[in-house]
């Protein structure tokens, strides 16, 4: 059984997961309509395990006798000035998730809610692969500078991507 004081942290982390989901998906469908075929692509990718990250935290909230809850959520505010300002927003956006992720640990630990703080290691690993794949993206970006080319090419890079880290083509 979950205490309200956990019950009501995961509630505000199922919902920061659900509004990263939509934060990726309004970055995807700019990605699309920009021509930017493999960046809407991996934002599509990006948008889908956020909602997965939420999911499992639904399922689990939900089979430690708590009800989980689905918030409305805030309409993504971007900065849609570049595909770089893109990914930057996204690099900003994971380290914010990740000090999330980290407050919800103290919590369980302050709570002595042991199965909680197990669960959670799961997300601080995520967090782990997440922040080192944008910050692996964001060098690419720095690297390619103006050049066209460049850009076509990490544009077909980032189909291979996936959100997590795993098989990156480097
Ligand atoms: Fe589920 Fe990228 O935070």
Not at 72 to 95: C, G, M, W
Not at 103 to 128: C, G, M, P, R
Not at 137 to 152: A, F, P, S, W
Request: aromatic fraction near 10%; hydrophobic fraction near 40%; charge should be negative.
């Amino acid at each position: 059984m979950v205490s309200d004081v956990i019950l009501a942290a995961l509630n505000e982390q199922i919902k920061v997961e659900a509004e990263s989901s939509q934060i990726y998906l309004a970055m995807a469908s700019w990605a699309e309509v920009k021509g930017f075929e493999g960046i809407a692509t991996f934002m599509f990718k990006q948008s889908d395990e956020e909602r997965a990250h939420m999911l499992k935290l639904i399922k689990f909230v939900n089979q430690r006798g708590g009800h989980a809850k689905v918030s409305a959520l805030e309409e993504p505010k971007l900065d849609y000035t570049s595909f770089r300002t893109l990914f930057r927003q996204l690099y900003e956006h994971e380290v914010k998730v990740s000090e999330c992720i980290n407050v919800l640990v103290d919590i369980s630990l302050s709570e002595k809610d042991y199965a909680t703080h197990n669960f959670l290691q799961w997300y601080v690993s995520e967090q782990i692969e997440e922040e080192a794949t944008a910050k692996v993206i964001l060098d690419k970006i720095d690297l390619i500078g103006d050049d066209k080319g460049g850009l076509y090419m990490f544009d077909n890079d980032m189909k291979n991507f996936t959100s997590s880290g795993h098989n990156i083509v480097q």
